[in-house]
């Protein structure tokens, strides 16, 4: 199931590593690369260190503000046609 949140909606691309998109940690409600680096149990994966808690450091463009649907960050812009 494709989330799809409307119209003007987009999601932000990592500003660090520009391949992941920018998620919710639900638990910590920090802002985290999709390719975050994680380790498990002797198991690792991801590349990216992108996390951050400063909503204001997501960078988006002119116009647009960061929202929150569905656990999942988009840049929204009320002027898109
Ligand atoms: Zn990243």
Redesign the pocket.
Known sequence: MALNPGPGHRRIA?P?????TIRLAVDSAALQ????KWKHDGFSGG??T?ITREYDSIPLKPGERLVICDFTPFAFTSLAE
């Open positions: 990592c660090l590593c520009g391949k992941g690369c999709s390719r975050l590349h990216c992108f």
